[in-house]
């Protein structure tokens, strides 16, 4: 199975609102996380990362939150645009290769 | 600066045709990899390589082979097209313990 999930296939939002993305993951001994941007098309794209020696982490409109505890990784989205549509993935680093969750398709709408 | 360069980006094959996909990185980067994602789910990882000479299986290696004889080039073979590897490639590449740089794609489907 995969040890990385997302917990909502879709999540629709309005031009403006904050969204939040979240993520599961079962491998307590991974170390680095990736947020990835796939628009239609297109290859994925780096969005940001964490190491888990760290909660928290934050960059242009984005942030993305760790919680080892519960083994969960959130992305959150400020003031999110149209240009914000897409599916986002959160990948797990394994050795060398990252292993992806499904995606959780964002649509926002103006 | 052109990153990660896959071609095609759109082929068709027949079952049991051949054929190549090619991959090319300009930021010297030591790793490459190959992903595959069919429709609505995420990647899975083919085959990986941590340098010229060195490749390893991921997680859906069957039916593919790669080679890895310069740093710049990572191509992925298809030796016995199926319908099952109907999907979209994408070749990757990174620096050790840094984030992992994706190409465009390579659409492909078996008929």
């Known amino acids: 199975g995969e040890s990385v999930g997302l917990h909502l296939p879709t999540l629709s939002v309005q031009e403006g609102d904050n969204s939040i993305i979240n993520c599961a993951y079962s491998?307590?001994?991974?170390?680095?996380f990736i947020w990835y941007k796939q628009e239609s098309g297109k290859g994925p794209q780096f969005i940001i990362d964490?190491?888990?020696?760290?909660d928290k982490r934050q960059g242009q409109r984005v942030t993305v939150l760790l919680n080892k505890t519960v083994k969960h990784l959130s992305l959150q989205i400020a003031a999110t645009q149209p240009g914000d549509s897409a599916v986002y993935f959160c990948?797990?680093?394994?050795?060398?290769?990252?292993?992806f969750g499904k995606g959780t398709t964002l649509s926002v709408s103006s | 600066n052109a990153g990660v360069t896959q071609t095609p980006k759109f082929r068709i094959l027949k079952i049991g045709q051949s054929m190549t996909l090619q991959c090319a990185q300009d930021m010297n980067h030591n790793y490459m990899y190959w992903y595959r994602q069919d429709p609505g789910m995420g990647l899975k990882l083919i085959y990986y390589?941590?340098?010229?000479?060195?490749?390893d299986k991921g997680e859906v290696p069957n039916g593919y082979n790669v080679s890895r004889s310069t740093t710049e080039d990572f191509p992925l073979r298809l030796e016995l097209a199926a319908p099952s590897q109907t999907s979209v490639y994408f070749c990757?590449?990174?620096?050790?313990?840094?984030?992992?740089?994706f190409g465009e794609g390579s659409w492909l489907t078996v008929v």
């Open positions: 390589s941590v340098g010229a000479g060195i490749t």
């Open positions: 964490i190491r888990s020696n760290m």
């Open positions: 990757a590449s990174s620096s050790p313990g840094n984030t992992i740089y």
């Open positions: 990948a797990e680093k394994e050795g060398t290769a990252l292993i």
């Open positions: 491998n307590s001994a991974s170390d680095y």
